[in-house]
């Protein structure tokens, strides 16, 4: 997946997921420097978005180097990907039961859009 450089209004990517919950499959919260026990993960599941974090983050990362962007893992929490603006105005934009594809296109959306001058 390539990713544009996103605007210099985004100062913040927060992407909320779950490890457990089936919608936030298009999100897979994986730890991107160890790895969850082999208990925790189905091989049941068919490699859908859940596997974002651990495929587009270095790519995401790579494009905007200066830009924060967190991963935030609890349980059962809604799928969604929050983007902070200058001024402190956020965005959100729900990721539930998406596939990978989506998920990153969403995230492009949170970056090349911003608010208007009237929110900044």
């Excluded at 913040?12 to 997921?17: A, D, M, S, T």
């Excluded at 925790?40 to 859940?50: F, Q």
């Excluded at 924060?68 to 959100?92: D, T």
Aim: proline share 6%; with cysteine; charged share 20%.
């Amino acid at each position: 997946m390539v990713f544009p450089r996103f605007s210099p209004l985004l100062k913040e990517v927060r992407i909320h997921c779950s490890q457990t919950s089936s919608g936030s499959k298009g999100t897979r919260c994986v730890r991107v420097f160890g790895s969850w026990p082999a208990s925790s993960l189905s091989t049941a599941d068919p490699v859908t978005a859940r596997d974002f974090v651990l495929n587009s983050y270095a790519a995401l990362k790579q494009a905007n180097p200066t830009l924060p962007i967190l991963v935030r893992e609890a349980q059962n929490v809604e799928a969604r990907v929050f983007g902070r603006y200058a001024a402190g105005v956020e965005r959100k934009i729900i990721l539930e039961n998406l596939d990978e594809a989506a998920v990153a296109s969403r995230i492009k959306q949170l970056g090349e859009t911003v608010p208007s001058a009237s929110q900044l």
